[in-house]
């Protein structure tokens, strides 16, 4: 069984921030760089997506969503940092992939896929 951490949508914050051991185990399984986020863009076309479970819903990532392609550069890097075990700061890359309503009367948060 895998631990429950807490997680925040934080729109100030321009990437996905988390648990150090996971965030190197995701980019170990694809090819990046476990500590620069570096991975070659030859490989973009053969990853997978990655699933997050936020309140016992999960949502699915695509590799376009969670890689950063510097076109000008050719550089292409994973879009997380770690930096808490115990939190998940959920950023841009996640809240440009779904949108969400904050329910400040009833004390909700909705979430749902943007269409493309």
Known sequence: ARASRKALLDTGSSLIYG????????????????LTGEI????????????FVLGGK??????EEYIFHDPATGICEVQWMPVSEYLW??????????????????????L?????
Do not use: E, W
């Not at 999960?58 to 590799?63: A, C, D, I, L």
């Not at 700061?89 to 909705?110: C, E, N, W």
């Not at 749902?112 to 493309?116: D, H, L, Q, W």
């Open 40 to 51: 070659p863009c030859s490989a973009l076309a053969t990853l997978k997506p990655f699933h």
């Open 58 to 63: 999960r949502f699915t990532m695509q590799p």
């Open 89 to 110: 700061i959920m950023g841009i890359p996640f809240l440009q992939t779904y949108y969400t309503v904050y329910d400040i009367k009833d004390h909700r948060i909705g």
């Open 112 to 116: 749902a896929r943007m269409r493309k």
């Open 19 to 34: 648990d150090p051991f996971s965030l190197a185990a995701m980019s170990t399984r694809i090819g990046a760089n476990p």
